[in-house]
């Protein structure tokens, strides 16, 4: 049974939080607490120690175990910060039992898994969101209005970079069993990018992921979309690489760049860097919070607010590309499909590269005229 609260009600949206990962301490408990529209009310973790430590700053009740938090009766909506290949079962789990969820990303590592998610929310009037919080920062808006406006003339090609240094070497997005890997991990920014400025008319014409020897799963990757009318987008992601966080669309007059693009921090104020054939300028912007803004986002959508209801179009369409990704670099692994397939079989579809023991997976180029 959906626990919506309606847009009058009076109290905070009382989230639960499955676990105590790194971006739940820093970045979204943090968010949670300050956010007048919800509050914690509970951090569940193995590790009783853990949780007591979190909602001694955020406040809320320590509770031992996913499972017992999703038994309580004061829980609106619950956070899933969990690895990627647990998000499925807790999300499924937490929706069962009357929750709503907002599910790190991405969503889950399957599109037939993300599809059947999607679908047991809306059949059960709850609230699901992907929390891909930088399509929440006013900067991406502003530079829709731009291209919309011709400030660039006709989009010709999109471009985007996200690379970040070199993790310690048991950090969890390294596990295949886990759900590791650079392209779920860090490539679904350019790729979710493209998709947010672009439209979701995108196939992958080629693509390239590179896992080292010493790695379970890949480490790096780089891709090229294109759209029926020609545009192409070329995108590049990794980890153990300088940090860079950027895109940048050209058109058929000027060119608009955006750096600090998928993890600005609050305080930053954003500057857009507009090229044309008279010059450069700089387009500057307020600062924006994308994590209060995301928080705030998913506590309407809970309230029953016009507008505010997550686009479950945009997160499938996201877990499509990213799995045509993975095939063109790797040939078919079990549990993805294409945008236009779907597998009979939705098995865990993350370990082919590393069980193949290839240390550069060759690209895959459709060929001309095939979309």
Request: hydrophobic share 45%; glycine share 10%; aromatic share 4%.
């Given at each position: 049974?959906?626990?919506?609260?309606?847009?009058?009600?009076?109290?905070?949206?009382?989230?639960?939080?499955?676990?105590?990962?790194?971006?739940?301490?820093?970045?979204?408990?943090?968010?949670?607490?300050?956010?007048?529209?919800?509050?914690?009310?509970?951090?569940?973790?193995?590790?009783?120690?853990?949780?007591?430590?979190?909602?001694?700053?955020?406040?809320?009740?320590?509770?031992?175990?996913?499972?017992?938090?999703?038994?309580?009766?004061?829980?609106?909506?619950?956070?899933?910060?969990?690895?990627?290949?647990?998000?499925?079962?807790?999300?499924?789990?937490?929706?069962?039992?009357?929750?709503?969820?907002?599910?790190?990303?991405?969503?889950?590592?399957?599109?037939?898994?993300?599809?059947?998610?999607?679908?047991?929310?809306?059949?059960?009037?709850?609230?699901?969101?992907?929390?891909?919080?930088?399509?929440?920062?006013?900067?991406?808006?502003?530079?829709?209005?731009?291209?919309?406006?011709?400030?660039?003339?006709?989009?010709?090609?999109?471009?985007?970079?996200?690379?970040?240094?070199?993790?310690?070497?048991?950090?969890?997005?390294?596990?295949?069993?886990?759900?590791?890997?650079?392209?779920?991990?860090?490539?679904?920014?350019?790729?979710?990018?493209?998709?947010?400025?672009?439209?979701?008319?995108?196939?992958?014409?080629?693509?390239?992921?590179?896992?080292?020897?010493?790695?379970?799963?890949?480490?790096?990757?780089?891709?090229?979309?294109?759209?029926?009318?020609?545009?192409?987008?070329?995108l590049t992601f990794g980890i153990g690489a300088g940090y860079r966080s950027?895109?940048?669309?050209?058109?058929?007059?000027?060119?608009?760049?955006?750096?600090?693009?998928?993890?600005?921090?609050?305080?930053?104020?954003?500057?857009?860097?507009?090229?044309?054939?008279?010059?450069?300028?700089?387009?500057?912007?307020?600062?924006?919070?994308?994590?209060?803004?995301?928080?705030?986002?998913?506590?309407?959508?809970?309230?029953?607010?016009?507008?505010?209801?997550?686009?479950?179009?945009?997160?499938?369409?996201?877990?499509?590309?990213?799995?045509?990704?993975?095939?063109?670099?790797?040939?078919?692994?079990?549990?993805?499909?294409?945008?236009?397939?779907?597998?009979?079989?939705?098995?865990?579809?993350?370990?082919?590269?590393?069980?193949?023991?290839?240390?550069?997976?060759?690209?895959?180029?459709?060929?001309?005229?095939?979309?």
């Amino acid at each position: 049974m959906s626990l919506g609260l309606g847009p009058a009600a009076p109290r905070p949206v009382r989230i639960g939080v499955l676990g105590t990962a790194d971006i739940a301490r820093r970045r979204m408990l943090p968010a949670f607490a300050a956010c007048p529209l919800t509050e914690v009310a509970a951090v569940a973790s193995r590790d009783d120690d853990r949780a007591v430590a979190q909602t001694e700053r955020f406040g809320g009740r320590p509770v031992h175990g996913y499972a017992a938090l999703l038994e309580r009766d004061d829980i609106d909506a619950v956070y899933v910060p969990l690895p990627i290949a647990l998000h499925a079962e807790w999300v499924e789990r937490a929706l069962l039992a009357g929750r709503h969820v907002l599910a790190e990303k991405p969503l889950t590592a399957s599109p037939a898994r993300t599809r059947r998610l999607l679908a047991l929310a809306r059949a059960r009037g709850l609230v699901l969101m992907e929390n891909v919080m930088f399509v929440r920062h006013p900067q991406h808006e502003a530079v829709r209005r731009l291209v919309a406006e011709g400030a660039i003339g006709a989009p010709r090609s999109f471009s985007a970079a996200f690379t970040i240094p070199e993790l310690p070497p048991h950090d969890i997005r390294f596990s295949a069993e886990l759900g590791g890997g650079a392209l779920l991990d860090i490539g679904l920014y350019p790729v979710r990018a493209a998709l947010h400025l672009l439209g979701g008319d995108l196939t992958v014409a080629g693509a390239v992921l590179h896992r080292p020897p010493d790695r379970e799963v890949e480490t790096s990757g780089a891709v090229l979309l294109r759209r029926p009318d020609g545009v192409t987008a070329q995108l590049t992601f990794g980890i153990g690489a300088g940090y860079r966080s950027m895109y940048e669309i050209c058109g058929a007059t000027g060119r608009l760049r955006v750096d600090r693009a998928f993890t600005p921090p609050a305080d930053h104020r954003p500057a857009l860097v507009l090229e044309r054939a008279g010059g450069s300028e700089t387009v500057g912007l307020e600062a924006a919070d994308q994590v209060e803004a995301t928080v705030r986002a998913f506590a309407e959508a809970v309230r029953g607010v016009p507008g505010a209801a997550p686009d479950h179009r945009a997160t499938l369409r996201q877990s499509l590309l990213l799995a045509a990704v993975r095939r063109a670099a790797s040939g078919p692994a079990p549990g993805f499909e294409s945008p236009s397939s779907r597998p009979a079989d939705d098995g865990p579809g993350r370990r082919g590269t590393a069980q193949r023991g290839r240390e550069d997976v060759r690209v895959h180029v459709r060929r001309a005229g095939r979309p």
